[in-house]
């Protein structure tokens, strides 16, 4: 089921028994799993993939490239591969980089 107002780009995968709530919004090369149910007013970044009988609350937005595996209960922004609230992947990217140049630098 795709609810009322919900917009849908090209290249989008949607599979079996996924119910989709009014005015989402969902970007390119999406992929949702089989029995996934997204909430009202959700957006998806473009290649954003969802994993089959997830279920997401409405008002959640979902940065590019993210991968939900688990339930996102609280609405709210995420990002990342698993997706995790958006100030947390900001601080694990930062740490990453930090690190990378760390070890490059010991070379």
């Known amino acids: 089921m795709i609810g009322d107002d919900t917009k849908i780009d090209n290249l989008v995968q949607i599979g079996h028994n996924v119910v989709i709530g009014n005015c989402c919004m969902i970007c390119g090369q999406v992929g949702i799993a089989g029995s996934a149910t997204l909430g009202d007013y959700v957006v998806l970044g473009g290649r954003v993939a969802i ?57």
């Open 51 to 107: 994993r089959d009988h997830v279920s997401i609350a409405s008002k959640v937005r979902l940065a590019a490239n993210s991968l939900v595996t688990k339930d996102i209960q609280e609405p709210g922004d995420y990002g990342g591969f698993p997706a995790v609230p958006i100030n947390e992947w900001r601080r694990q990217t930062v740490n990453l980089r930090l690190f990378s140049k760390e070890h490059h630098d010991r070379r």
